[in-house]
């Protein structure tokens, strides 16, 4: 149980060092959302697939969840209520 809280700690600490080190290269908030404006479109891409793919995963994962609970057999989840 130490270790585990040990390596919470670290990954903690490493995080606001992060952050802290990452406060300095952005000053404003155009420079923090949209990088500068100097990201190209292919890392934009990107980022908005990983971005659709996780919501899409985190839904879908929710959805199994609920078909194996038995709410269809119910008709739908209101029935459980």
């Known amino acids: 149980m130490l270790v585990k ?3 919470i700690v670290l990954f903690f600490a490493a995080m606001v060092a992060v952050g802290l080190v990452s406060r300095k290269s952005s000053t404003s908030l155009d420079k923090f959302v949209l990088g500068g ?3 190209g479109p292919w890392l934009t891409a990107f980022s908005f697939g990983t ?3 996780s919501a899409v995963i985190f839904i879908g994962y929710a959805g199994r969840f609920g078909w194996n609970l038995a709410w269809p057999q ?5 029935a459980m209520l």
């Open 37 to 39: 404006r100097a990201v």
């Open 5 to 7: 809280i040990i390596f």
């Open 74 to 78: 119910h008709g739908s989840a209101w």
């Open 51 to 53: 971005s659709y793919f």
